[in-house]
């Protein structure tokens, strides 16, 4: 069956389904941390998911993993791999299918079924395997390894130096087949800006050159992709300085949305409003009588504490889904990595995703400032 772009959003969209009804007590292993490591000796006899900062996994699961994290380093063995972080590397054995996506995505390992990954970066170096089809879509890939039958790819710039057991179908801004490439099907391309087919390159079928003129859906998917992801990962970033620098005022932002929501939803409201209109007013009265440059502060402190409200709503709803009873720093850190994937989603629906993030941000901004402003806010344990 031919392979679709659209699947690789359908395929995180059943994994936050899937974590959208998971509780502690389902059938599978939960860790979370600032470091989680499974060691070469250890089994994981059922499914894993794992939130952490930095995720290593030398050992086996018998069961799919779940991964969440800045930096994720897979050298042993599960069966299905899906994850989401900074930077992913794969240099174990993935019996089933890999979906994946983050900054950087390298593959040295063997998949025995499919791999969907979407990227700002993807090597796949040589002696990777992927077992059926290959779907991969960055601002750069590198291909080395082997795919045993299609291959799907949309990238700024593609070098294609490994094999293609059946058709490779490539759009890039950029293409280069090295003599060491071989094609069982057809080559099909459309490439933007310059192309090298060296004549050593092994291809069975046609090369069919598409109207490069024409984006194309898959084009265009891969762009929005690319742009999602960067806007995750940079949420993300945004939320580990409040998860990992202040503790005490994320677990106190936590108490404001669990037990005074009504409250931090007025507050919200209250200063999106407020704000920007006393910043004109200090702006138009410094003219005057000097200190124009205040409205400047109050503006740019307010664009900050509004970088800031995503990340705090994505860590609430990660803390409820995931229930824990003690936030540690890690465990903080799993529950924003958690909530705001699922919140970043949810932000695509067409009509309803601009007013959820609307009430996410206006509600987030609330539960911050009653943490930051009060000094009896409480705060669920350490």
């Known amino acids: ?16 389904a899937l974590l959208a009804v998971a509780r502690p007590a389902a059938a599978f292993e939960s860790l979370s941390g600032d470091t989680v490591r499974i060691t070469a000796d250890q089994t994981i006899d059922d499914d894993l ?15 799919d993993l779940v991964a969440f994290g800045q930096n994720i380093t897979v050298s042993g063995t599960v069966e299905d791999l899906i994850a989401a972080g900074s930077t992913l590397r794969v240099d174990g054995t993935v019996n089933g299918s890999m979906r994946v996506a983050g900054s950087e995505v390298i593959l040295s390992g ?95 079928g046609e090369v069919v050159r598409l109207p490069s003129e024409e984006r194309g859906a898959a084009g265009a998917f891969a762009a929005f992709l690319i742009l999602w992801l960067r806007l995750f990962i940079g949420l993300f970033l945004v939320g580990l300085i409040l998860v990992l620098a202040l503790p005490g005022r994320a677990r106190r932002t ?88 699922l919140l970043m989603l949810v932000v695509l629906l067409p009509f309803l995703g601009p007013a959820i993030a609307l009430v996410a941000s206006v509600w987030g901004l609330g539960a911050l400032l009653r943490a930051f402003g009060t000094r009896t806010a409480g705060e669920l344990p350490a």
């Open 1 to 16: 069956m031919p392979l679709r772009f659209p699947r690789t959003i359908a395929s995180f969209a059943a994994l936050a």
């Open 49 to 63: 998911y794992v939130f952490a900062t930095t995720i290593i996994v030398e050992g086996t699961v018998q069961g």
């Open 110 to 204: 063997q998949v025995a079924k499919d791999a969907v990954v979407a990227s700002g970066e993807i090597v796949v170096e040589q002696g990777a395997t992927i077992g059926r089809d290959a779907m991969l879509t960055s601002r750069e890939l590198r291909m080395a390894g082997q795919v045993a039958r299609r291959l799907v790819a949309s990238a700024g710039s593609v070098a294609l130096a490994g094999a293609v057991g059946a058709d490779a179908r490539i759009e890039s801004g950029e293409l280069t087949v090295a003599p060491s490439a071989s094609v069982g099907g057809n080559l099909e391309y459309s490439a933007r800006g310059t192309q090298n087919i060296d004549p050593g390159a092994r291809i069975g």
């Open 254 to 341: 936590l108490t404001s949305f669990r037990f005074r929501p009504g409250e931090s939803l007025a507050v919200g409201v209250i200063t999106i409003i407020v704000v920007p209109l006393v910043a004109l007013a200090v702006l138009v009265l410094g003219f005057f009588i000097g200190g124009w440059w205040i409205a400047l502060m109050i503006v740019g402190a307010y664009l900050i504490a509004l970088a800031f409200t995503l990340p705090a709503t994505g860590l609430w709803i990660g803390s409820a889904i995931l229930r824990r009873r003690d936030w540690t720093r890690g465990k903080l850190v799993g529950a924003l990595a958690l909530g705001l994937f």
